[in-house]
């Protein structure tokens, strides 16, 4: 008996082994995908990033609107940043790469829905969600925010707690398309402040727009004079983001 246990115990421990050997090379493709996000991504200021639904096809509302925000962004001198992928990725991509400034990819690698598009300048594959999630926040000088599913409600969430929080410098989040967001801005105020889960000043975060002349104008009334240049005090939360 005592032989077994000793015979499952070293097959446990060469178990371990393999698994803490393959946990270690994981650190290192981390940090290859930052590493090259920051070399690549660390000059395209002005930027904005944009989320929504990998399904919606051309042809969909959403899809138009997407790719005229797009295009008025770029137009407006914004490099457009996006997921990379199909549906609103693509048209909001499409948009900006008919428009004046770049457009931008950060594709993920998944067993189903996500291909790349095709209209970037600049495509960066990654691996690992949170490695992504980073290269979306800390370049963006606003967040769009369009009708989508888990993955946009995972962003938008990730950008709320990360300003709510302190841990990154407040931008504006906009959320397009009043009739689709109107069920989940009634449920935040309802439940999230009304049950004292967040204060009502956090719905301040974010703002409903409808049209790409309201998320351009948007953007530029919130930064004023001041210009898109973080001040010291903000590089400094970037930096440690």
């Not at 590493?35 to 200021?45: D, M």
């Not at 204060?199 to 948007?218: G, I, M, Y």
Request: a negative charge.
């Amino acid at each position: 008996m005592k032989a077994e246990v000793k015979r499952h115990l070293h097959r446990h421990s060469e178990d371990l082994d393999a698994i803490r050997s393959r946990e270690s090379w994981k650190i290192f493709r981390m940090m290859s995908e930052f590493v090259e996000g920051f070399e690549q991504l660390a000059c395209i200021r002005p930027s904005v990033s944009i989320f929504g639904s990998a399904r919606s096809q051309p042809g969909n509302a959403y899809y138009g609107l997407a790719e005229q925000i797009g295009r008025a962004l770029s137009d407006a001198g914004f490099t457009v940043v996006t997921g990379g992928g199909p549906g609103l990725m693509e048209a909001a991509n499409k948009g900006a790469y008919a428009g004046k400034s770049p457009s931008i990819g950060l594709n993920i690698q998944l067993p189903h829905e996500q291909r790349a598009n095709e209209f970037q300048d600049l495509s960066l594959k990654f691996r690992h969600f949170f490695t992504r999630k980073v290269m979306f926040v800390k370049y963006a000088s606003a967040y769009v925010v369009l009708p989508g599913g888990f993955g946009t409600l995972d962003e938008l969430g990730e950008i709320l707690t990360l300003i709510q929080t302190g841990k990154t410098m407040p931008i504006p989040i906009l959320l397009v398309g009043s009739g689709f967001w109107k069920g989940f801005v009634d449920w935040l105020t309802a439940h999230m402040v009304g049950e004292h889960m967040i204060d009502a000043t956090d719905l301040s975060l974010f703002k409903v727009v409808d049209t790409p002349a309201e998320v351009v104008k948007t953007i530029f009334e919130y930064y004023g004079e001041r210009g898109f240049e973080p001040s010291a005090e903000e590089r400094e939360t970037l930096l440690e983001l």
